[in-house]
């Protein structure tokens, strides 16, 4: 299965709207899981299917009461009391990083591959690995078992490969 974030940080809801009605006509047509990060009442409106919620965002609990039964995932970093309180609370998936360094996103917290299986000891929740992930160093996530990963400045930032170029390498 594969899963479609659209992360728009510095854009009004109103040309959010506007991408993520697109977006998920793309997603629609190649079976891809549509989510939206931070914003629950951008799901709502779009109906798309969850969301993603960083530490600083809404509690699952709030969440739940406006795009029901949708997949959420949580920002866990690098922290098993996180991952725990997520996997109680009822997240679908949790996400774990960084795991290398990006340009993506500034690299406050560094996750290692035994950290994945400290949290499979303790849930079953779906783990998604985040961070500086690219064609060198995505097998190793994987070999580790990791369920997903979060794939963006390969990517959509490669100076080298066009973004359709950088997913085929990567299967």
Known sequence: MSFFQLRLKRESFKKK?????????????????????????????????GCHLGQK?????????IIGNK???ITCHNSIRLSKNASENGADYLALGAFYSSK??????????????????????PIVAIGGINFNNYKKLLLNKANFLAISGYIWSNKE?????AIKKLK
């Open 161 to 165: 490969l066009k973004p359709i170029e």
């Open 17 to 49: 709207l506007l991408i993520g009605r697109k977006v998920k006509k793309i997603c629609k047509k190649f079976n891809v899981k549509f989510l939206i990060n931070d914003d629950v009442n951008l799901v709502k409106k779009l109906n798309a299917d």
């Open 71 to 73: 997949i959420i995932g």
């Open 104 to 125: 993506t996103k500034k690299t406050k917290y560094k996750a290692n591959l035994k950290l994945i299986k400290r949290i499979q000891k303790i849930t079953k929740i």
């Open 57 to 65: 965002d809404m509690s699952i609990f709030k969440a739940r009461k």
